[in-house]
T-cell receptor
Framework: GENVEQHPSTLSVQEGDSAVIKCTYS??????FPWYKQELGKGPQLIID?????GEKKDQRIAVTLNKTAKHFSLHITETQPEDSAVYFC????????????FGKGTMLLVSP | NAGVMQNPRHLVRRRGQEARLRCSPM?????VYWYRQLPEEGLKFMVY????????ESGMPKERFSAEFPKEGPSILRIQQVVRGDSAAYFC????????????FGPGTRLLVL
């Protein structure tokens, strides 16, 4: 089955700095890669996703890149703000149909003012 | 449009009791997933259902756990004879249909087994 590795497990940055979280996956059939943000006591919230037919996607301060050859995808957050502090999860699935998500173990991002 | 709803938000049970967790998908969504999250871990898939049908239960323990999604009403995850190891956060997510990819998560039910 699919295996998703996520690094780092914790990341501390100063407000205004950039943050990068990296994930690798094992199943070459995976073609859908969402990123979720989970705040304390809440459910995961989708922040951005990418499909395997594109290499990069941006949404304001958030971007995701995908390298299908290396089976690697990354989340980039620019101009970080304290409210970005949360746990971020990457995930992978084979897409529509039985699109069960396999999650990484999460990255706790702390943005200090 | 209301999001995915789960109740109760917190549930305390003693060992040997039963736990029932409920999930109402987003309006118009006909498929739900259940995931379990242990402390400081990612979410692990348990079961995937559409109304009146279990599509994939490969992530669910064979004993004590069951799930259903009736024609009317919420999806229910049932844990019989709970043990301390069942303590976790249980999340459900819904999708519009089998051709959809984006999963929308509820706020979760935090189960504590004493």
């Amino acid at each position: 089955g699919e295996n998703v590795e996520q690094h780092p497990s914790t990341l501390s940055v100063q407000e205004g700095d950039s943050a990068v979280i990296k994930c690798t996956y094992s199943d070459s059939a995976s073609n859908y890669f969402p990123w979720y943000k989970q705040e304390l006591g809440k459910g995961p919230q989708l922040i951005i996703d990418i499909r395997s037919n594109v290499g990069e996607k941006k949404d304001q301060r958030i971007a995701v890149t995908l390298n299908k050859t290396a089976k690697h995808f990354s989340l980039h957050i620019t101009e970080t703000q304290p409210e970005d502090s949360a746990v971020y999860f990457c995930a992978a699935s084979k897409g529509s149909g039985y699109s069960t998500l396999t999650f990484g173990k999460g990255t706790m991002l702390l943005v200090s003012p | 449009n209301a999001g995915v709803m789960q109740n109760p938000r917190h549930l305390v049970r003693r060992r040997g009791q039963e736990a029932r967790l409920r999930c109402s998908p987003m309006k118009g969504h006909s498929h739900v997933y259940w995931y379990r999250q242990l402390p400081e871990e990612g979410l692990k898939f348990m079961v995937y259902l559409q109304k009146e049908n279990i599509i994939d239960e490969s992530g669910m323990p064979k004993e004590r756990f069951s799930a259903e999604f009736p024609k009317e009403g919420p999806s229910i995850l049932r844990i019989q004879q709970v043990v301390r190891g069942d303590s976790a956060a249980y999340f459900c997510a819904s999708i519009l249909g089998s051709g959809s990819e984006t999963q929308y998560f509820g706020p979760g039910t935090r189960l504590l087994v004493l």
